[in-house]
């Protein structure tokens, strides 16, 4: 619905700038001529059509250049594989013994990770420069496995209390 709007705003615009002077027809029709006209006043509609169709080219800009902002060029970029299983799109800077810094691609602060971190790092044309033997990977810390031990235990000393209450209940109505 957008689109057509602005097609009919463009179409408004082109009919109002068309001066009724600027087409001159001959007498034997056969071909037109176009007169440049003198430069005229904008009327209000002129003026109003104009203004509303550069608001709507200003916002697509913005919108373009929003969405280009966001999107980086990782064809140049060289790749760090981490042993969580995540992979970095960087620039490398320098690898020594014992870490990597890098650049990542499209932004300019300068970063260092450990080589403990790290499972491979390749070149943008493929080529491997490190790869790290030690097949111990990293998982990430959940909390859902710890959570699930705490209930665990929550339920079993209420199930525990419950338990004795019963027992107690029962010794209690035996007495009697």
């Known amino acids: 619905m957008k689109t057509l709007s602005s097609y009919f705003l463009i179409l408004i615009l082109v009919g109002f700038s068309l001066d009724a002077s600027a087409i001159v027809v001959p007498k034997d029709r056969t071909k037109q001529v176009i007169v440049n006209p003198q430069p ?6 002129e003026k109003t059509a104009l203004w ?5 080219v200003k916002k697509k800009l913005r919108k373009h ?6 999107a980086v060029d990782t064809t140049d970029c060289d790749r760090i594989l981490l ?3 995540d992979q970095l799109d960087v620039r490398i800077i320098k690898i ?3 870490s990597v810094r890098f650049v990542r691609c499209g932004e300019t602060s300068e970063l260092v990770l450990s080589k403990d971190d790290i499972s491979e790092v390749l070149l ?3 080529i491997v420069v490190y790869k790290n033997l030690n097949k111990t990977s990293k998982k990430p810390k959940s909390n859902s496995s710890d959570a699930g031990r705490v209930v665990l235990i929550v339920l079993g000393i209420l199930g525990g209390i419950i338990l004795l209450w019963l027992l ?4 209690l109505i035996s007495s009697l």
């Not at 509303?52 to 709507?56: G, H």
């Not at 250049?65 to 966001?70: D, E, G, H, Q, V």
């Not at 107690?168 to 010794?171: D, K, R, T």
């Open 52 to 56: 509303i169709l550069r608001r709507k």
């Open 40 to 45: 005229h006043k904008l009327s209000l509609k």
């Open 124 to 126: 943008s044309d493929g």
């Open 65 to 70: 250049i929003k969405w280009n902002r966001n």
């Open 96 to 98: 020594s013994e014992e």
């Open 168 to 171: 107690f209940v029962l010794a």
């Open 83 to 85: 042993k969580t299983g």
